[in-house]
């Protein structure tokens, strides 16, 4: 009797329990719930602001009460560490669920097959939602292998005090490369009269990397690399667009501070804020530092100076991707948060620099802002000056190289242009 | 104290490079900590301002709000304290092993010692990493204490090496007759007679570990688990460096070091002068 | 109790032994390992290729240029931290015995700062207009205010080398007072009572007994600031023009910059043999004196 009172328990519960299971199963359609915890990897220059910081709890808060019985966690490293430790990552096999990738590294990433595949996950109509030219950073052979997170571009800020003093009209910043050249000449003075140079109409930046002058070079038709029909990647430096670059950034350097192994980025934002450079091409984070900048009534911005006056606008732009590992251990989840991270309430508050990648971005608070009008303006012809490829990384090491040589003399500019040629060609054909 | 053949010139001399020495090693110092209470705004004001009136903790107060210090303190002190238990412990033993025995082996054990310091960093972490976490040990005081000790025992032990030779064999026979083991003469006998030694690698593995930046940023990804250091580079950023709080972290980063240091400085001197590595 | 015997040296020795083999000689395979094969991130496949990386290395048109940048970082800056050193010690040796010891508590602090504060607080002292060495300099008379230290090709090395020796001068100091210790009194009375001269001194006598450690220092030192990386890449990052870029600066770009680690790995490896061929004259002469301990 025992026994088979003891057999009807056992049987009871588990049609019980069966039935609980599919009972909910198929009367209410759910998916199981999904457990565990989506990490996500960012850079502690944002997670670091106070102002962010409820934002990023939020962003945990929200997650867990969407999915009860998971949780996320948010880690961060300064973006010297991250950018060498989220490759080591990927190459371990142990990268966090969600993260932040730059988008220099999606070619190699993606062609690697580290990384998920969006499209085929979210499916394709929700990159529908991107402005073409940033989702094309994130694009490999036709798949998505990352979300456009974040964009940004460069525009001319310049001085209308100085350009006063200089005698050249406030009004009328420069919109060629020759304009450029000639307004750093003559916003390189000495306004105290002590026979030293106070002022300066340029600034490179650490360490001679050229990274915002790029924006020069990018608003010109030229592009340092062609890619043939059959898929083969030749140089394409020997250019009137690459030589006069070379010739401008060289003629630029009398009138640059020279110090610039120890003036870094914002060491150069420092210079224009309290009035000792002319001009200064960088991103709008120069406005989010400097909060009082824009109330300055010297403060000025304009689009890039063009190669030519009829030539294309153009300015260097770049961005981070949200992408996850293809060998996650919790895709699903993982694909929650990114979906999270990814949403216009979150998106464009976890960063200081809201992008305007998607339309329904635009209508944001950044994007409305007057200020932000001229970079508005310019996402449109944003652009790199190598186009994405598998050898990114050292291609713009040469180029770099190769600008700085110029800079210095150290070689002419035909020399220059043979030799980056010859580099370029050894390099892509390496493998 | 040596009285040589110095004239009163020599004298001078030697007490102006001392002078000069003492004020290349210090004035650093004082800047650091001066540049810790400026002003942000003030860290490059032409001229330069020595002494800045009224000071402020401005730059404290960023590093506290941007880092959890007490955390990352406290993951340091563990990591540091268990890597010097280990490196003292495994050196002691090896050093003890190599000065009183002859054995087979025993000159290529000794050269590996100095071939095994020359390793670099930036090689040692990628493979290092992969190993860590195939073991699915990363993020975690393992990984650290693990890579740290060894890294450390190389030198721990060249450097107990010299100290060890340097006690005479029969206190130890001695012991040895007397029917004490091998672990009880090195703990109760050799340890306590070799302790400057100790002290001296142990103080300088202490250093090491408190100060180093790149393994324990490439191992350790959850904030409640870096160490000290990561509360310093945070203000290397990629827009450029942040001066003020940069030098408020290193000041903060230093003091406890420096506080130990004051404690054990006579100590340390004498361990590293008296019985050190004298070829 | 034999037996017993036999093994103790063995155990005494293995927990060091196996740190060292698995901790350091595994990672020193697995890059020889990856030295000869073709990585880069952007491809997963990693096929063999012998010593293709090897040969693209030491053909490239810098490396030439990075060896030499190597050469004249380590040795200008062992021998600066030998002299300046040595220097000190001689002249805190001769002092009374305090003030010897507050000296030596001073002198030793460069190592206890965190070498990214060290680096970081000399690229503020040192940037060229508004750095305080310079508004120093300037106000002793001379004129530093556009003396670009670490922007300028020629002075960017020799300033990264100062700011090395600043940090590893203690450990110079330190060890020659050891050495300094050692040295016979009843040799130094000698040469007084016989008249010599300081330099005299030093040279007969002193700087004999001092040559075993000097040898030993300098061989460590020598690997150690070899592998230095920390300093350069937190200041110049390898600038200007490359002026600064020693191997394992180069390494590091190869292999995080340029993602390739074959060719990083292949660097490595002849980094180390370079140091390997470096230190290999104290090696030998130190193995034939433990022969003979």
């Known amino acids: ?431 | 104290m040596h009285t040589d053949g110095r004239t009163l010139v020599g004298r001078a001399l030697a007490l102006v490079a001392v002078l000069v020495t003492l004020a290349v090693i210090v004035f650093p110092f004082y800047w650091t900590f001066v540049t810790s209470i400026k002003e942000p705004a003030d860290v490059f004001r032409s001229p330069p301002i020595f002494f800045p009136i009224p000071p402020t903790l401005e730059s404290y107060g960023a590093v506290l709000r941007a880092s959890p210090i007490p955390r990352y303190l406290l993951n340091t002190t563990i990591v540091a304290g268990s890597t010097v238990a280990l490196v003292l412990t495994v050196s002691l033993m090896a050093a003890y092993g190599v000065s009183r025995h002859v054995f087979r082996g025993r000159i290529p054990f000794l050269l590996s010692l100095l071939a095994a310091q020359v390793m670099p960093v930036t090689t040692l972490i990628i493979p290092l990493y992969m190993f860590w976490s195939a073991l699915n040990a990363v993020d975690g005081y393992g990984a650290l204490i693990g890579t740290y000790t060894a890294i450390s025992v190389p030198v721990g032990t060249w450097l107990l090496v010299g100290f060890v030779s340097a006690l005479p064999r029969q206190i130890d026979e001695a012991a040895a007759i007397d029917g004490a083991s091998t672990p009880v003469i090195l703990t109760r006998i050799v340890a306590p007679l070799v302790s400057p030694g100790l002290l001296a690698t142990g103080l300088s593995v202490f250093i090491y570990v408190w100060q180093e930046l790149m393994i324990s940023m490439t191992f350790v990804r959850t904030d409640r688990l870096k160490p000290l250091m990561a509360g310093v580079s945070t203000f290397i950023t990629s827009r450029g460096i942040e001066w003020g709080p940069l030098t408020a972290a290193g000041v903060l980063a230093m003091a406890p070091i420096l506080v130990v240091y004051m404690f054990f400085r006579r100590a340390l001197i004498k361990g590293l002068t008296s019985g050190a590595v004298k070829g | 109790m034999h037996a017993s015997r036999k093994a103790e040296p063995y155990i005494l020795i293995l927990p060091a032994l196996l740190l060292i083999l698995l901790f350091l000689g595994f990672p020193l395979v697995e890059n020889v390992g990856i030295s000869l094969v073709r990585w880069q991130l952007a491809f997963r496949d990693r096929p063999f290729v012998g010593l293709h990386n090897y040969v693209r290395v030491v053909t490239s048109g810098t490396f030439g240029k990075t060896v030499l940048t190597t050469a004249v970082w380590t040795v200008g800056g062992v021998l600066v931290q030998m002299v300046w050193g040595l220097l000190v010690a001689l002249a805190v040796d001769g002092m009374r015995r305090r003030g010897s010891r507050l000296v030596q508590s001073l002198v030793l602090l460069p190592w206890i700062v965190p070498g990214v504060v060290t680096s970081v607080i000399w690229m503020c002292m040192l940037q060229s207009d508004l750095g305080v060495v310079g508004y120093l300099i300037n106000r002793l008379g001379g004129d530093a205010r556009h003396v670009l230290w670490f922007s300028d090709t020629r002075l960017a090395l020799p300033s990264v080398i100062f700011v090395n020796s600043w940090k590893a001068m203690p450990f110079w100091f330190l060890m020659i007072m050891a050495g300094l210790m050692d040295v016979p009194r009843d040799q130094l009375e000698a040469a007084r009572l016989d008249g010599a001269s300081a330099l005299a001194t030093f040279r007969h006598v002193t700087f004999q007994h001092l040559k075993p450690i000097l040898a030993s220092t300098a061989t460590l030192t020598t690997i150690w600031t070899f592998n230095g990386f920390d300093i350069i890449w937190t200041i110049t990052k390898g600038g200007p023009l490359d002026a600064t870029a020693t191997l394992p600066v180069a390494t590091y770009i190869l292999g995080f910059t340029v993602h390739d680690y074959g060719r990083a790995s292949a660097m490595s490896v002849v980094s180390m043999v370079i140091v390997g061929i470096v230190s290999a004259p104290y090696i030998v002469a130190l193995s034939r004196k433990l022969r003979s301990l």
């Open chain 1, 1 to 431: 009797m025992d026994r088979f009172r003891r057999a009807a328990v056992v049987i009871a519960c588990i049609l019980a329990v069966s039935a609980s299971v599919w009972g909910t199963g198929q009367s209410e359609g759910k998916t199981p719930a999904l457990t565990g915890k989506a990490t996500f990897y960012t850079i502690s220059e944002w997670t670091g602001i106070d102002a962010l910081k409820p934002d990023f709890k939020a962003l945990v808060d929200t997650f867990k009460k969407q999915h009860p019985g998971a949780d996320a966690e948010v880690l961060s490293d300064p973006f010297m560490t991250w950018i060498d430790k989220f490759q080591v990552q990927f190459a371990a096999g142990n990268a966090p669920d969600v993260n932040l990738i730059d988008c220099a590294h999606m070619p190699a990433l993606s062609n690697a097959g580290y990384l998920m595949d969006l499209g085929d996950k979210l499916g394709k109509s929700y990159f529908d939602q991107f402005v073409p030219g940033v989702l094309a950073f994130y694009t490999w052979k036709g798949n998505y292998y990352a979300a456009p997170y974040t964009m940004d571009t460069r525009v001319l800020y310049y001085n209308k005090d100085l350009f006063r003093k200089a005698g050249l009209d406030p009004d009328k910043p420069p919109t060629t490369w020759a304009e450029y050249l000639a307004d750093a000449k003559a916003l390189t003075m000495d306004t105290s009269g002590d026979g030293q140079v106070d002022t300066y109409g340029n600034a490179y930046d650490l360490p001679i990397k050229e990274f915002t002058l790029a924006s020069l070079y990018c608003a010109s038709p030229g592009t340092m690399l062609i890619v043939d029909k059959d898929g083969k990647v030749k140089p394409n430096v020997n250019t009137p667009e690459f030589r006069g670059y070379l010739k401008l950034m060289h003629d630029l350097r009398p009138y640059s501070p020279p110090d610039f192994a120890t003036l870094d980025g914002q060491g150069n934002d420092k210079l224009y804020v309290n009035g000792k450079l002319g001009m200064r091409i960088n991103g709008s984070w120069i406005l989010d530092q400097n909060p009082g900048l824009r109330d300055k009534p010297w403060f000025g911005q304009a689009m890039i100076p063009r190669m030519s006056a009829n030539g294309p606008d153009g300015s260097y732009g770049a961005g981070f991707g949200v992408g996850i590992p293809a060998t996650d251990k919790n895709p699903a989840l993982a694909l929650e948060l990114l979906k999270l991270i990814m949403s216009p309430e979150f998106n464009a508050k976890l960063i200081t620099n809201p992008p305007p990648s998607r339309p329904n971005l635009a209508v944001s608070e950044w994007a409305k802002d007057s200020i932000h009008a001229v970079e508005m303006k310019q996402f449109a012809s944003t652009r790199q000056p190598i186009p994405g490829n598998l050898f990114l990384g050292e291609l713009n090491v040469a180029e770099q190289d190769t600008v700085s040589k110029v800079i210095f003399d150290a070689v002419s500019i035909d020399q220059a242009v043979v030799d980056l040629d010859k580099t370029i060609t050894q390099i892509v054909s390496a493998h």
